[in-house]
Antibody
Framework: VQVVKSGGGETQPGGSLRLSCEGS????????MYWVRQAPGQGLVWVAR????????GYADNVKGRFTISRDNANNALYLQMNSLSAEDTAFYYC???????????????WGQGIRVTVSS | DIQMTQSPSSLSASVGDRVTIVCRAS??????LNWYQQKPGKGPELLIF???TLQTGVPSRFSGSGSGTDFTLTISPLQPDDFATYYC?????????FGQGTTLQI
C-alpha cells in the first residue's frame, strides 16, 4: 500500500505548479486525503485537505486562495494546484491518507515519498 | 491553535539503549496524540496513535504513554534501524499540529 507522487519541480516567484498523487494498492476514493509540507530543515505542516467525495475542502491560512486541492476518484488520483508561489512555499510536499483509527482517533497513516517544490528567482 | 513542544530536539544514543522523547501540548488533548518516524528522504510513518496504541506492524520495542498534556515515546532496546527523526502530532483539533521533531543519532 503506497502513495505514488508526481509533479513538482522548480518555478519562479509568482509561478504555478501542479502536484499529483495516486493510491497504489488501495482505493484513494474511500479516504479523506491531505497534503502536508515540510520546508528545508523544518517540521511538518498540513496545507490542504479534502473529503472522500471531494465536496469539502480545507486550507491552511497561508495558502488559502492560492492553493486548490482536488481529486479524481475514477482515476484514483489527488491533486494540488499551487498558484502565486513564493519562496516560502519551497518544501517537500507529501500526499497523505487520513483515517480514523480505533473508530475515533484521527491519524495520517500512509505517506508518499515527498515531492520537491522549489520557488526561486 | 494547540502548540506541541518536543524535547530534546536531538539525542545521541547507542544500539541497545533505552531512550525517551517527551512531547507536551499547550492544552489538554486527552489521548489524541500520534507519533511518527521519519527517515532521510522518506515520508513519515505512523508508529503510535491514541497515545499508546502501536500501529500494525510496529515493533513492540516502541511504546507510548501519557494523557492530557504530557506524553512520552520510549524505544527500548534501540536498534540500528531506529535512528531517525520522531514527531508527535495532536489529533484533538483539526489543526493537527506537529511537534518540531526529535532527531535520534548514533
Amino acid at each position: 500500500v503506497q502513495v505514488v507522487k508526481s509533479g513538482g519541480g522548480e518555478t519562479q516567484p509568482g509561478g504555478s505548479l501542479r502536484l499529483s498523487c495516486e493510491g497504489s494498492g488501495f482505493s484513494l476514493s474511500r479516504y479523506w486525503m491531505y497534503w502536508v509540507r515540510q520546508a528545508p530543515g523544518q517540521g511538518l505542516v498540513w496545507v490542504a485537505r479534502i473529503n472522500s467525495d471531494g465536496s469539502s475542502t480545507g486550507y491552511a491560512d497561508n495558502v488559502k486562495g492560492r492553493f486548490t486541492i482536488s481529486r479524481d476518484n475514477a482515476n484514483n488520483a489527488l491533486y494540488l494546484q499551487m498558484n502565486s508561489l513564493s519562496a516560502e512555499d519551497t518544501a517537500f510536499y507529501y500526499c497523505v491518507r487520513y483515517r480514523l483509527l480505533g473508530e475515533l482517533f484521527p491519524a495520517l497513516d500512509r505517506w508518499g515519498q515527498g515531492i520537491r517544490v522549489t520557488v526561486s528567482s | 491553535d494547540i502548540q506541541m513542544t518536543q524535547s530534546p530536539s536531538s539525542l545521541s544514543a547507542s544500539v541497545g539503549d533505552r531512550v525517551t522523547i517527551v512531547c507536551r501540548a499547550s492544552q489538554n488533548i486527552n489521548n489524541f496524540l500520534n507519533w511518527y518516524q521519519q527517515k532521510p528522504g522518506k515520508g513519515p510513518e505512523l508508529l503510535i496513535f491514541a497515545a499508546t496504541t502501536l500501529q500494525t506492524g510496529v515493533p513492540s520495542r516502541f511504546s507510548g504513554s501519557g494523557s492530557g498534556t504530557d506524553f512520552t515515546l520510549t524505544i527500548s532496546p534501540l536498534q540500528p534501524d531506529d535512528f531517525a527523526t520522531y514527531y508527535c502530532q495532536q489529533s484533538f483539533t483539526s489543526s493537527y499540529s506537529f511537534g518540531q521533531g526529535t532527531t535520534l543519532q548514533i
